[in-house]
C-alpha cells in the first residue's frame, strides 16, 4: 500500500437470513465506528440490503451488492439492477466473483456489460479476477489475469476506469484456508497495476485499488498490506464474524 486509501470489504456470499445480517451489521457498526483511515464495504444477500441499509445509515461502513443484471429493467425473473441497487443504498457492487464465473456461466463478456450497467448508476464495481489451481500449477496465472483484465475492461476509458475497484482472488486460496504467500500476492498484484497502466495511463494505475481475497483473517492481514500493491481486502468467511472482521478493519 502506498497513499491509496485502504478498502476493507465484506463479501457474505449466501450466508445470513435478515435478522442474522441485521445483527451482524449492529455489532459490526459498533466494533468500527472510529474507523476513518480505512474504508470499509459489507455485500449482504439480496434479500438482507434494505434491513442492512437502515442499521448502517450515518455509519462509515459502505453498503455492496454481490452481483447485479446489466440491464436496467424488464422481464428477467430473478435478477437485480443496478438502479435497484442503488436504491437499496448500495454505493459498491461486486462483479465477476469466481463463483458466479465456476457455477453461474459468468465470462468477461457478461463481466464487461455489468461493470458499464454499475458505472452507469454511480456504483463502485469490484472486479474479480484470479487464475484456478490448475491454471496457477500449468504456469498461466498471468495470461488468464490478463485476459480477464482485457475483456472485463474492454472499451472502458480512463475516466471509466479510474471508478473501479479490482479484487485479485486466486481461486485455490478462496475458502480454502491456503493464502497466497504475500510474495505471491503481491507479484500478481504489480503485473495487474502495470497492465492497467498500459491499457488506462499512471495515474489511473496509481489511484486504482487492488484488493486481495483468499482466506484473509486478523492473523495475515498486516503482512499482505505491508505489500505495496496491496490496497486492501475481499473477505469471505472471517467477514461472518464481527469481532474478526473488525480486527481485520484495523490491520
Ligand atoms: P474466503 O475469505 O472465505 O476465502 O473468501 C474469499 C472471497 O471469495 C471473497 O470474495
Redesign the pocket.
Known amino acids: 500500500m502506498t497513499n491509496r486509501k485502504a478498502l476493507i470489504a465484506g463479501?457474505w456470499?449466501m450466508y445470513k437470513t435478515g435478522p442474522q445480517a441485521a445483527e451482524l451489521a449492529t455489532r459490526l457498526k459498533s466494533l468500527v465506528s472510529d474507523v476513518t483511515d480505512v474504508d470499509i464495504m459489507v455485500a449482504p444477500a439480496f434479500t438482507a440490503l434494505g434491513v442492512v441499509a437502515e442499521i448502517l445509515k450515518g455509519s462509515v461502513i459502505h453498503l455492496g451488492g454481490q452481483d447485479l443484471f446489466w440491464e436496467v429493467e424488464g422481464a428477467y425473473t430473478g435478477e437485480i439492477s443496478a438502479p435497484m441497487l442503488k436504491a437499496a443504498g448500495c454505493t459498491y457492487v461486486?462483479i465477476g466473483?469466481?463463483?458466479r464465473r465456476q457455477y453461474f456461466g459468468e465470462t468477461n463478456a457478461t463481466v464487461n456489460k455489468k461493470i458499464r450497467a454499475a458505472l452507469l448508476e454511480g456504483l463502485i464495481p469490484v472486479m474479480?479476477i484470479g487464475e484456478s489451481e490448475a491454471e496457477r500449477e500449468s504456469n498461466q496465472t498471468f495470461s488468464v489475469v490478463q485476459k480477464q483484465l482485457e475483456e472485463g475492461l474492454q472499451g472502458l476509458t480512463s475516466d471509466e476506469a479510474q471508478k473501479l475497484t479490482l479484487?485479485y482472488?486466486p481461486v485455490w486460496?478462496?475458502?480454502?484456508g491456503k493464502t497466497a504467500t504475500t510474495d505471491q500476492a503481491q507479484e500478481v498484484h504489480e503485473f495487474i497495476r502495470k497492465r492497467v497502466e498500459t491499457a488506462f495511463g499512471n495515474s489511473v494505475a496509481n489511484t486504482i485499488r487492488i484488493l486481495y481475497?483468499?482466506?484473509?483473517k486478523p492473523e495475515n492481514i498486516s503482512d499482505l498490506m505491508a505489500m505495496a500493491d496491496i490496497d486492501g481486502a475481499?473477505?469471505?468467511?472471517?467477514?461472518l464474524d464481527a469481532d474478526s472482521f473488525a480486527a481485520i478493519v484495523r490491520f
Do not use: D, Q, R
Open positions: 463479501n456470499k461486486i466473483h469466481s463463483e474479480c479484487a482472488e486460496a478462496i475458502g480454502t481475497g483468499g482466506s484473509v475481499l473477505v469471505g468467511g472471517a467477514s
